[in-house]
């Protein structure tokens, strides 16, 4: 082992594993370590005022030593599953990657499948020595051999003298001083990844955050040591393979599109920087909302210019014609996610854009706000079980469901707000939702067991360019706008907008809005009447619905002796027993089954019996989703979840028309 030192007076001496993997990290020929990874830890260092101690070896040593906790950091580390059980990981990565095949002029590879029968060098103990081993082999059904070598060195030289057939590693290797004439990058790319810094386990979590919060600064300054280190050390080769015209034809109206995005923020912010500069009497105020306008600008850059990485980066892997069918699909996934996370940034900037020049119109009419919070938990609930959370809407208002003269568009858009923050910054536990009356007002609440929001952030959470954590991290991404945008249309409603919060416990946010009920006391009475008990006729109910325990639901509410019930769980099944039960008499439909869903099987049995009664059940209660149903054949539909005196209701209209 080799060891070198950076020194601070007084400072954390953090040990660092140095291998050869040029350009990302290895000793140059001045026998000092360097490279970008080395760069940015530099930044760091100095910035935070650590002492460097460099310990020089193989990556295999480099690892057992971090597991030991003999070495404090390892650079230049995929995540795995393996190694997050060995090893810390911090949240924001340094740099993205993926692997390639390299070969020579005598072994011609197009495909992955080329692999076949090949002998494969690596890395030893490289991420891409399992992944090789394992998922590839597995997934492509192949046979091949992989040899490991102690460094990129060795394993460049096996391939010029035949020992082995290809190598495989990262993208940085075509910018190394290894590659040359005699090696050939094929452009066969496959699983895509992060770098990061890794840590030993007894590194505290804190200097992990310290560590993020100076990666965030550094990639949103665009002269920062991390951008002057990528352009030096991987301008080295000419690159083989040119853009077309297309790609940069777009690449540019892309391009285009972000700096008028930007422009636009920035105007926004002088107008703004004009309105405060009147207000003489408050200039202390004053200077600290334009730190917090600058925050915003960061972050809305960094909104901006990531999901663009994104569609850009992986838009030029899509053009390379080698690329398997399966990874063409994960890129356009990652094309169309980096979309929509463009695209809801662009939405939040001109939601405020609207708000700040007064163009929101109110639209009133009569909304039921039971419908909306059903559909709204229907709709984040993926969301909450893609992160474990629990998510729970407290149906406990007392009465019947109200009917109000309100804005349907701004409640929702309201109540989203509000419901995405809490997701988004709740990682465990979970997210409890309702509402209730109070005096002359439905009051609204979202209780989270997140984070929890400082005592002086109270207030400016609801201010425009204002976040309650100013620092950019991968975790917690977002324009920072939607509290803002809740508070103005709240506003705009005739009500108001506050909150409850605790540190590390969670928060819980109210808002309230005039309650001015429509026809409530009718529609009440309406229901109180209504029972399966008036049925002096009977009929068969054929239900189609796939839940087991939603089927026992809905047969516990129609048990009658005058209805006989047909049972099926999918769409071919429900059309075949239409088929062979002539008798039928109503059909409840579930929408969402496996195979043919009910949509499909409605048209089918729509061609052969068009009077039967279709009631779709489904949790799509929007307006796009209303109109599909109908346009399929359906008769009616009802929301889940089912209410029983609605569903008896419509058993009754429809049994007694048939």
């Given at each position: 082992?080799?060891?070198?030192?950076e020194?601070?007076?007084?400072?954390?001496?953090?040990?660092?594993g140095?291998y050869?993997?040029?350009?990302?990290?290895?000793?140059?020929?001045?026998?000092?370590?360097?490279?970008?990874f080395?760069?940015?830890?530099k930044?760091?260092?100095?910035?935070?005022?650590?002492q460097?101690?460099?310990?020089?070896?193989?990556?295999?040593?480099?690892?057992s030593?971090?597991?030991?906790?003999e070495?404090?950091i390892?650079?230049?580390?995929a995540?795995?599953?393996?190694?997050?059980?060995?090893?810390?990981?911090?949240?924001?990565?340094?740099?993205?990657?993926?692997?390639?095949?390299?070969?020579?002029?005598?072994?011609?590879?197009?495909?992955?499948?080329?692999l076949?029968?090949?002998?494969?060098?690596?890395?030893?103990?490289?991420f891409?020595?399992?992944?090789?081993?394992?998922?590839?082999k597995?997934?492509?059904?192949?046979?091949f051999?992989v040899?490991?070598?102690d460094?990129?060195?060795?394993?460049?030289?096996a391939?010029?003298?035949?020992e082995?057939d290809v190598?495989?590693?990262?993208r940085f290797?075509?910018f190394?001083d290894?590659?040359?004439?005699?090696?050939?990058?094929?452009?066969?790319?496959?699983?895509p990844?992060e770098?990061y810094?890794?840590?030993?386990?007894?590194?505290?979590?804190?200097?992990?955050?310290l560590?993020?919060?100076?990666?965030?600064?550094?990639?949103?300054?665009?002269?920062?040591e991390?951008?002057?280190?990528?352009?030096?050390?991987?301008?080295v080769h000419?690159?083989?393979?040119?853009?077309p015209?297309?790609?940069r034809?777009?690449?540019t109206?892309?391009?285009?599109?972000?700096?008028?995005?930007?422009?636009f923020?920035?105007?926004?912010?002088?107008?703004?920087?004009?309105?405060?500069?009147?207000l003489?009497?408050?200039?202390h105020?004053a200077?600290?909302?334009?730190?917090?306008?600058?925050?915003?600008?960061?972050?809305?850059?960094?909104?901006?210019?990531?999901p663009?990485?994104?569609?850009l980066?992986?838009?030029?892997l899509?053009?390379?014609?080698?690329?398997i069918?399966?990874?063409?699909?994960?890129?356009?996934?990652?094309v169309?996610?980096?979309?929509?996370?463009?695209?809801?940034?662009?939405?939040?900037?001109?939601?405020i854009?609207?708000i700040?020049?007064?163009?929101?119109?109110?639209?009133?009419?009569?909304?039921n706000?039971?419908?909306?919070?059903?559909?709204?938990?229907?709709?984040?609930?993926?969301?909450?079980?893609?992160?474990?959370?629990?998510?729970?809407?407290?149906?406990?208002?007392?009465?019947?469901?109200?009917?109000i003269?309100?804005d349907r568009?701004?409640?929702?858009k309201?109540?989203?707000?509000?419901?995405?923050?809490?997701?988004?910054?709740?990682?465990?536990?979970?997210?409890?939702?309702?509402?209730?009356?109070?005096?002359?007002n439905?009051?609204?609440?979202?209780k989270?067991?997140?984070?929890?929001?400082?005592?002086?952030?109270?207030?400016?959470?609801?201010?425009?360019?204002?976040?309650?954590?100013?620092?950019?991290?991968?975790?917690?991404?977002?324009?920072g706008?939607?509290?803002?945008?809740?508070?103005?249309?709240?506003?705009?409603?005739?009500?108001?907008?506050?909150?409850?919060?605790?540190?590390?416990k969670?928060?819980?946010?109210?808002?309230s809005?005039?309650?001015?009920?429509?026809q409530q006391?009718?529609?009440?009475e309406?229901k109180?009447?209504?029972?399966?008990?008036?049925?002096n006729?009977?009929?068969?109910?054929?239900?189609?619905?796939?839940?087991?325990?939603?089927?026992?639901?809905l047969?516990?509410?129609?048990?009658?002796?005058?209805?006989?019930?047909?049972?099926?769980?999918?769409?071919?099944?429900?059309?075949?027993?239409?088929?062979?039960?002539?008798?039928?008499?109503?059909?409840?439909?579930?929408?969402?089954?496996?195979?043919?869903?009910?949509?499909v099987?409605?048209?089918?049995i729509r061609?052969?019996n068009?009077?039967?009664?279709?009631?779709?059940?489904?949790?799509?209660?929007?307006a796009?989703?209303?109109?599909?149903?109908?346009?399929?054949?359906?008769?009616?539909?009802?929301a889940?979840?089912?209410?029983?005196?609605?569903?008896?209701?419509?058993?009754?209209?429809?049994?007694?028309?048939?």
């Amino acid at each position: 082992m080799v060891m070198y030192g950076e020194k601070h007076v007084d400072a954390i001496t953090l040990k660092v594993g140095v291998y050869n993997n040029r350009p990302k990290i290895f000793i140059n020929d001045g026998g000092r370590p360097d490279g970008i990874f080395i760069d940015v830890l530099k930044a760091i260092a100095e910035k935070e005022k650590f002492q460097l101690e460099y310990i020089v070896g193989d990556w295999q040593q480099l690892m057992s030593m971090l597991a030991k906790g003999e070495i404090d950091i390892l650079p230049d580390m995929a995540f795995s599953q393996k190694r997050d059980s060995l090893y810390n990981f911090n949240n924001l990565s340094v740099i993205s990657t993926w692997l390639e095949v390299y070969t020579t002029a005598r072994t011609p590879v197009t495909s992955i499948t080329n692999l076949q029968n090949k002998k494969v060098g690596v890395l030893k103990g490289s991420f891409q020595e399992d992944l090789l081993n394992n998922a590839i082999k597995d997934k492509f059904n192949l046979s091949f051999e992989v040899i490991t070598f102690d460094d990129y060195a060795e394993t460049a030289n096996a391939l010029k003298n035949n020992e082995v057939d290809v190598i495989v590693a990262d993208r940085f290797f075509y910018f190394s001083d290894i590659f040359d004439k005699d090696i050939h990058a094929t452009g066969v790319v496959f699983y895509p990844n992060e770098l990061y810094f890794g840590f030993s386990k007894k590194i505290p979590s804190k200097l992990l955050t310290l560590f993020d919060n100076n990666l965030s600064k550094l990639k949103n300054e665009v002269n920062s040591e991390f951008y002057l280190s990528m352009h030096h050390w991987l301008d080295v080769h000419t690159h083989e393979h040119g853009v077309p015209l297309f790609l940069r034809w777009f690449i540019t109206i892309i391009s285009i599109f972000s700096i008028l995005a930007l422009a636009f923020i920035i105007l926004l912010r002088n107008s703004v920087k004009l309105k405060t500069a009147e207000l003489l009497a408050s200039k202390h105020k004053a200077e600290e909302s334009d730190r917090l306008k600058t925050v915003f600008l960061q972050n809305i850059s960094h909104e901006i210019r990531t999901p663009m990485n994104g569609i850009l980066g992986f838009i030029e892997l899509l053009n390379n014609e080698d690329v398997i069918e399966k990874d063409k699909k994960i890129y356009m996934n990652i094309v169309t996610k980096s979309g929509y996370r463009l695209l809801n940034t662009i939405n939040d900037v001109i939601e405020i854009s609207k708000i700040e020049s007064g163009q929101v119109n109110l639209f009133l009419s009569g909304v039921n706000i039971g419908e909306i919070m059903t559909d709204l938990y229907e709709f984040f609930k993926k969301q909450a079980d893609e992160k474990k959370i629990k998510l729970i809407y407290n149906q406990t208002f007392s009465g019947a469901t109200p009917l109000i003269e309100t804005d349907r568009s701004l409640i929702e858009k309201v109540i989203v707000n509000v419901l995405r923050n809490a997701i988004k910054f709740t990682t465990e536990g979970s997210i409890e939702f309702s509402y209730y009356k109070e005096n002359n007002n439905l009051i609204f609440y979202v209780k989270d067991t997140g984070c929890g929001i400082p005592t002086d952030r109270y207030d400016a959470i609801f201010e425009r360019f204002v976040q309650s954590d100013l620092s950019i991290t991968r975790k917690h991404e977002g324009s920072g706008l939607g509290l803002a945008i809740a508070k103005a249309y709240i506003e705009l409603l005739g009500g108001k907008i506050w909150m409850e919060s605790e540190m590390n416990k969670g928060s819980i946010f109210y808002f309230s809005i005039p309650y001015k009920p429509i026809q409530q006391e009718i529609q009440t009475e309406d229901k109180k009447e209504i029972s399966l008990s008036t049925l002096n006729k009977r009929i068969t109910l054929l239900i189609a619905e796939d839940d087991e325990f939603s089927f026992m639901y809905l047969e516990n509410i129609l048990k009658s002796e005058f209805i006989t019930i047909i049972h099926t769980t999918n769409g071919q099944d429900t059309v075949d027993a239409m088929l062979s039960n002539p008798g039928i008499s109503i059909i409840l439909m579930d929408i969402k089954m496996p195979g043919m869903n009910g949509l499909v099987a409605t048209e089918h049995i729509r061609h052969f019996n068009t009077n039967i009664p279709i009631i779709a059940q489904t949790a799509y209660a929007f307006a796009e989703d209303k109109l599909e149903i109908f346009e399929s054949g359906c008769t009616d539909f009802i929301a889940k979840p089912i209410d029983r005196t609605e569903l008896i209701r419509m058993i009754l209209k429809y049994a007694w028309e048939s």
